[in-house]
């Protein structure tokens, strides 16, 4: 039995391979870019709601990939800016050490 994420004009854009019988794979992380778009929702709760929404029902008919590709992190990029957030966050400096008082 192969299983087709409702509704599929939204959850189409994170198929990213048809099997010889017609199982679908999808990314994870465009599922949790989808549903942050969908259901209006942030990136955390978004990944609980797939995490406990879709990933369930992963062995009942498609396959789920964890492999972070060039479509996946530039769909996150333009979709939501968190990879761009996560790199401003890096390039805060690190703490200096005081120096102990004699």
């Not at 989808?34 to 879709?54: G, M, Q």
């Amino acid at each position: 039995m192969n299983i087709k994420l409702e509704p599929h004009r939204s959850f189409g854009k994170a198929i990213v391979k048809v099997g010889r019988q017609g199982r679908l794979t999808y990314n994870y992380y465009m599922l949790v870019d989808v549903c942050e778009r969908l259901y209006e929702l942030p990136t955390e709760d978004a990944v609980e709601w797939v995490d406990y929404n879709i990933c369930n029902l992963a062995p009942m008919g498609f396959d789920i990939s964890f492999a972070v590709s060039a479509r996946s992190i530039g769909h996150k990029i333009t979709a939501t800016g968190c990879l761009k957030k996560a790199a401003r966050k890096r390039s805060i400096p690190a703490a200096r050490k005081i120096p102990k008082k004699s």
